[in-house]
């Protein structure tokens, strides 16, 4: 246990005085309370862990209690500006909470006076609050001046009554939280509790660095004590906060708990947990195959109304590079339902995702093309999110398909200028170049709108910074493998660059003649947007082969050793254009880092021979 200090700072003497809080709620926008920090209270002298904890969990007399009389009072009023879903939320948090009734209100309240009430009375004062005033301010200090002789029920309960109102109230959840942070080590919260707490921490958007990870370590030691749902919303934090769960064990505990749990957890509260291990990064195969064929297995989707609540389950699969086609296939098929509201937003992702695995099955792509005619595309909500229009293409390119319709809005010039305008987490150049450059090769019949000459330099000069030097430099792989084709072939033979400039991955290209049977130095190396490198001419497409070596790495395939979408385009694209191509698996590339060059050229120039004994 933490050593204790011989004194705790006191909370009135810390904290800003009710008059200084009202001149700052008077003169800066709302906006700004959610960066406010307040220093804790925490009493004074040496607070009794253990008679914390024995006073928090005997406290069920009057806040803990379930009274079925107050739940529908407890649910009465709701956050108009909230998010509808983290409202109904809480109604559910709060179904077992129970709430001191609504008393009188009064016009003035003397300081002598609020000292009087109980916390119980003060509370019953604070479910009157509507708005923040002068009067009301008072109630509010006398509570956060209360915090370190209130239960932890009582706490969390004042914070849940202003949430109830729809009071934005930094200052007493600004107090709570930092109350709470200051004593985490010497307060007990039961599950349902650290639940509640978690939600306001996540409501405020602000929060010390160490509450994040006092709270994963507490949800680690009493992980077993909480039911699924509870672990979904605890979650939530991680994820509204951009936080990560650091722990390995604790998200492998998380995941076997899901699967061990799933017959209870909400169906509301699942998606949670979804995006805090896409957040998290935590990969798992095993975990994901369980989980898809629970969903697929217990029609887990049909209880959704909305394609939005299936999509994160979608972009978490994609996101970790774990491939589930019977989960797709499902998925895309409940995407279809009559009564399923289908936002633009959404599908793209869903597509996006599809294309990133590269789910292209002919069932499959069947579903894809259904979805993409029954959805209705508005040019308005293009407009207004045009980057989930390029991430939407993206995703049908990946799976072969060019819908000239969706192409040509999105190379509209009002449309390129909003997406080269984004800001620069959401930066879309690649994408249009991937998009204009793709057309060319596998539409060259597309008579729509294209990027134009002025944009394609813009779009050039943005991506500069992608280097095939750089690239062989952090793809371990490329450098020797190239020595060894050049002791095997002579330097001038092999070249090594982005054989197409809209994928940013370095390949190796030679080129054999048939004639000859002798390889000699490619005229050009890189695509140049008409015919395949050195090819201009039908002689020259006789005489000439030209090989592509692809060395993969581990990012360009899913976990279970699949191709992604996008170096699954790039060779087969490469083959539209006349390139013979040879993967090489990551597996064995990575082999040439540590190898003798001798063994290395032997391994590539064995692939290399099977090739041009074809030709």
């Excluded at 009375?121 to 509507?130: E, F, G, K, T, W």
């Excluded at 107090?175 to 919260?189: G, P, W």
């Excluded at 599908?347 to 259904?370: F, S, Y």
């Excluded at 330097?491 to 048939?514: G, M, N, Q, T, Y």
């Amino acid at each position: 246990m933490r050593k204790i200090p011989k004194c705790w700072t006191s909370l009135k003497a810390v904290l800003v005085s009710t008059q200084s809080l009202l001149q700052v709620h008077q003169q800066l926008p709302a906006c700004y309370y959610s960066k406010l920090t307040f220093a804790s209270d925490v009493g004074s002298g040496k607070p009794d862990r253990s008679k914390r904890k024995k006073k928090s969990s005997n406290q069920k007399s009057s806040l803990s209690e379930v009274d079925s009389s107050q739940v529908t009072d407890a649910t009465r009023s709701e956050p108009k500006g909230s998010q509808f879903w983290m409202i109904n939320m809480h109604k559910r948090l709060m179904e077992s909470v129970y709430l001191p009734p609504v008393k009188k209100s009064y016009p003035r309240y003397s300081e002598d006076f609020l000292q009087s009430l109980s916390t119980l009375d003060l509370m019953s004062q604070a479910r009157n609050i509507q708005h923040v005033d002068k009067e009301t301010m008072k109630v509010i200090t006398a509570l956060w001046r209360r915090l370190d002789s209130m239960t932890m029920e009582e706490m969390i309960t004042v914070a849940d009554i202003f949430y109830m109102n729809q009071v934005p109230n930094p200052w007493y959840t600004t107090a709570l939280i930092s109350y709470i942070t200051e004593m985490f080590d010497l307060l007990y919260m039961t599950p349902h509790q650290l639940t509640r707490f978690t939600m306001h921490v996540a409501c405020h958007a602000h929060s010390p660095p160490y509450l994040q990870i006092a709270l994963e370590q507490r949800l680690a030691e009493t992980l077993d004590e909480f039911n699924i749902n509870q672990v979904c919303v605890c979650c939530h934090l991680f994820f509204f906060g951009r936080t990560r769960i650091k722990s390995a064990t604790l998200l492998d505990r998380i995941g076997q708990k899901l699967l061990d749990e799933f017959d209870t957890v909400k169906n509301w509260y699942l998606p949670m947990i979804m995006k805090t291990f896409r957040l998290s990064n935590y990969v798992k195969v095993s975990f994901y195959k369980s989980l898809g064929d629970l969903i697929v297995k217990t029609d887990y989707f049909s209880q959704y109304r909305t394609v939005g609540q299936m999509m994160h389950f979608a972009f978490a699969f994609a996101s970790v590079r774990v491939t589930h086609p019977d989960l797709f296939l499902y998925l895309l098929r409940q995407c279809l339902r009559p009564q399923f509201k289908r936002r633009f937003k959404d599908i793209p992702k869903i597509i996006w995702a599809c294309g990133t695995l590269v789910t292209n099955d002919r069932e499959h792509l069947n579903l894809v093309h259904m979805i993409l005619k029954k959805t209705r595309f508005q040019k308005e909500d293009m407009q207004r999110y045009p980057d989930n229009l390029a991430d939407l293409l993206m995703g049908l390119a990946f799976l072969g398909i060019y819908p000239p319709t969706l192409l040509d809005w999105l190379f509209e010039p009002s449309m390129v200028k909003a997406l080269t305008g984004l800001k620069k987490e959401r930066e879309k150049f690649l994408q249009l170049q991937f998009l204009d450059n793709s057309l060319r090769i596998e539409c060259p019949k597309y008579t729509g709108n294209r990027l134009s000459e002025a944009y394609r330099d813009v779009v050039s000069a943005k991506l500069s910074k992608f280097r095939p030097e750089i690239d062989t430099q952090l793809r371990k792989s490329i450098n020797p493998a190239v020595s060894a084709l050049r002791d095997a072939v002579g330097s001038e033979c092999v070249a090594c660059d982005f054989i197409l400039p809209h994928v940013k991955s370095a390949d190796i290209l030679l080129c054999f003649d048939r004639e000859t049977r002798e390889f000699i130095p490619p005229a050009t190396v890189q695509w140049d947007g008409k015919n395949s490198p050195g090819l201009s001419n039908s002689r020259d497409k006789e005489k000439l082969q030209h090989i592509v070596i692809v060395l993969l790495s581990r990012p360009q395939t899913s976990f279970d050793g699949k191709l992604l979408g996008l170096v699954h385009t790039k060779l087969r694209q490469l083959r539209c254009l006349g390139f013979k191509v040879i993967t090489i698996p990551a597996e064995e590339a990575l082999l040439y880092t540590i190898q003798d060059r001798m063994s290395t050229q032997q391994a590539l120039m064995s692939h290399v021979q099977e090739v041009i004994q074809t030709v």
